[in-house]
């Protein structure tokens, strides 16, 4: 601002941090697009962790908000088991 004054937001953390802890891995597959599979959460995890970033995310309920989440594991190399 003018007065050299200036505002500081905190988001949560990333999606794939959640991702990570839920799925009890260290990283991400390397090669996705090879069916490398490094581990595995439930549709229920993606809308929990949904919640819990739902301030952060560009969704309207919940439901499109896992569905985000669900994609961001698919990127990872998480599966998504569906309920």
Known sequence: YADKSFDFITKTPPASFFLKKFAKITKGSSATKKDAVVGTVTMADC??????????L????????????AGTAESMGIEVIKN
């Open 58 to 69: 560009n969704a309207n309920d919940i439901e499109s908000a896992a569905k985000i989440i």
């Open 47 to 56: 809308e929990e962790i949904a919640r819990i970033k739902m301030q952060d």
